[in-house]
C-alpha cells in the first residue's frame, strides 16, 4: 500500500473492494468514495478501468455541482484506486462488492477465487439483480461469508439496497454488511428468504409485465405507459411506497382501499393468468403492519405531508425541465427571469459556451463554511433573504431579485430563510459582469 493510501486509511472509512468496473462497478464506487471509504475497483480490462476512472471523475464532479458531495470532487476522487490484481486488491479489504455480469458461471467462477484470496474476515457481496448466493457459493469452503447485496441503479443516487444472504450465511456476515452499508449511505432492506429476484426485480418486473401487455394489446403507447409513471404513480413513489400510497389514498386506510378495490384488482391479475386475490387475513396483517407505522388518527396529518413533499418536487421541477439540467449561462439567465421576484437584466460580456450546473434550494438556517475552487458560483435570490459572509468581508444582505457572485478560491458561509437558483459557471472569469438590478 502506498504511502498516500496509508494516510488515507488513517483518516477515512473501511477499506473495500469493487469487482468489476461497468456502470454498477462505478456507482458504488462512487457511493462508497462519497461515504469517505477507501475503494479499489478491480478489472481485468486495463481500458475499461480507465474509462471508468473518468466515468467516476465525472459523476463526482455532478454530485458537486449540485451540493450533494459535501467535499471538494478531487478529494473523493483520490479515494478510489483502480488494479488488475485481484489478490493484492482483496489483501486488507474488510468488504467486497461483486459487480460483474448476471452470468452464473462467472460469479461461481469469482466467487470461488475470492473465498481463496480473500482473508476470512472479508464479507464478499454480490450485486446480482436474480441470483441468490446459494447459486454461486454453496459449495465454497468460506461460503457462511457469502450474501446478495443488491442495489437499485444508480446506488449513488438511489440508497436501497437489498441484503439477501442465504440459508448458510453468517449471521455476524449479515450484520456486518448492513452496518458497512448505512454507513455508506445505503437504505437497506433485508429479505427473508432466497428467492429469483428478490423484491425490487418482483415488483419493478410486475409493472414491467403489464406495460408490455398494454402496449401489445394496443392499449397504450410506449410513451403513454412512460408518462403515466413518470407525471403520476411514479412521482407518488418518490416519496411514499405502493401500501402506503393504498393506505393514504382512501380515507380509512389500507383495509378500506382492500375492501373498494380489491375485488377490481382480483379480476384484474385473473385476465392475466395470476389469480392472488388479497385474503381476508393478508389484508389483516399488511393493515396491522400499516397501523403500526401510521395510527390512522395521524392519518390526516400525513396526508397533509404527503401533498407537501409533493408540492415541494413539482416545485422543484418547474424552474428545472429534464433538459436543463445542464446549461448554458445565457439559458440559465432565462430560466431564473421566468421567476416573477426576479428583476435582473443579463450583462454577458463574453460567449460562454461550458455548461453550468444549476440547483434549486430552499435553506431556513445557517448553511455550512463552503468554498469555490475552481469555478464562480452564483446565487439568484428567489423568495426570502439571507446574509452572505465572503472571506473576512462585512456580512452582505440578499434580498429578492439579487444575485450574489462568489469568486473562485473563496471561502463564504450563508444564513438565513431564502429560495435560491445556485448555478456552478467554470466558464466564468473573474471580472465579468454578470448581472445588474
Avoid at 488513517?10 to 462508497?32: D, L, M, N, Q
Avoid at 475503494?39 to 486495463?46: A, E, I, L, P, S
Avoid at 466467487?111 to 474476515?121: I, K, Q, T, Y
Avoid at 392499449?219 to 393504498?246: C, L, M, Q
Wanted: with cysteine; glycine share 6%; charged share 25%.
Amino acid at each position: 500500500m502506498s504511502a498516500r493510501r496509508t494516510a488515507e486509511k488513517r483518516e477515512s472509512g473501511p477499506s473495500v473492494v469493487v469487482i468489476g468496473a461497468g456502470s454498477i462497478g462505478v456507482g458504488w464506487a462512487v457511493a462508497f468514495a462519497r461515504a469517505r471509504f477507501l475503494v479499489t475497483v478491480f478489472d481485468v480490462d486495463h481500458l475499461r478501468l480507465e474509462a471508468a476512472r473518468r466515468e467516476l471523475r465525472a459523476k463526482v464532479d455532478e454530485l458537486a455541482r449540485f451540493d450533494l458531495l459535501g467535499e471538494d470532487a478531487t478529494a473523493a476522487a483520490k479515494r478510489v484506486a483502480t488494479t488488475q490484481d485481484l489478490a493484492a486488491a482483496v489483501r486488507t479489504s474488510a468488504y467486497v462488492q461483486e459487480c460483474a455480469p448476471e452470468d452464473l458461471a462467472l460469479k461461481q467462477e469469482l466467487f470461488s477465487r475470492l473465498d481463496r484470496e480473500a482473508p476470512p474476515e472479508t464479507v464478499l457481496a454480490s450485486s446480482a439483480s436474480t441470483m441468490p448466493a446459494s447459486t454461486f457459493a454453496a459449495d465454497l469452503p468460506g461460503r457462511g461469508r457469502c450474501l446478495v447485496a443488491h442495489p437499485a441503479n444508480p446506488p449513488y443516487l438511489l440508497p436501497a439496497v437489498e441484503l439477501v444472504p442465504a440459508p448458510f450465511t453468517r449471521p455476524q456476515a449479515v450484520a456486518y454488511a448492513s452496518d458497512l452499508l448505512e454507513r455508506a449511505g445505503m437504505s437497506v432492506v433485508h429479505v427473508q428468504a432466497e428467492l429469483e429476484g428478490f423484491v425490487l426485480n418482483r415488483l419493478q418486473g410486475a409493472l414491467l409485465r403489464e406495460a408490455y401487455c398494454l402496449v401489445r394489446d394496443g392499449v397504450a403507447t410506449v410513451d403513454d405507459v412512460d408518462r403515466v409513471v413518470r407525471d403520476g404513480v411514479g412521482r407518488r413513489w418518490s416519496v411514499i411506497g405502493p401500501f402506503e400510497t393504498a393506505d393514504l389514498n382512501t380515507r380509512g386506510g389500507i383495509e378500506a382501499h382492500a375492501a373498494r378495490l380489491g375485488p377490481a384488482y382480483e379480476r384484474m391479475g385473473a385476465e392475466r393468468g395470476q389469480h392472488d386475490p388479497w385474503t381476508a387475513d393478508l389484508v389483516r396483517r399488511v393493515t396491522a403492519e400499516r397501523r403500526r407505522l401510521l395510527p390512522l388518527e395521524r392519518w390526516d396529518q400525513r396526508v397533509a405531508w404527503r401533498d407537501r413533499m409533493l408540492m415541494a418536487l413539482e416545485r422543484a421541477r418547474r424552474p428545472l425541465s429534464p433538459e436543463a439540467g445542464i446549461v448554458r449561462h445565457e439559458e440559465a439567465a432565462e430560466i431564473a427571469a421566468a421567476d416573477d421576484a426576479l428583476a435582473m437584466r443579463p450583462l454577458v460580456t463574453a460567449a460562454h459556451e461550458a455548461g453550468m450546473s444549476v440547483t434549486w434550494v430552499e435553506l431556513a438556517g445557517r448553511h455550512r463554511r463552503l468554498r469555490t475552487e475552481r469555478s464562480t458560483r452564483v446565487y439568484y435570490i428567489l423568495r426570502g433573504s439571507a446574509t452572505f459572509v465572503l472571506g473576512d468581508a462585512p456580512g452582505l444582505e440578499a434580498r429578492e431579485g439579487d444575485a450574489v457572485v462568489v469568486p473562485r478560491a473563496t471561502s463564504y458561509e450563508f444564513e438565513g430563510e431564502v429560495t435560491y437558483l445556485v448555478l456552478n459557471a467554470p466558464a466564468f472569469v473573474e471580472g465579468d459582469d454578470i448581472y445588474e438590478r
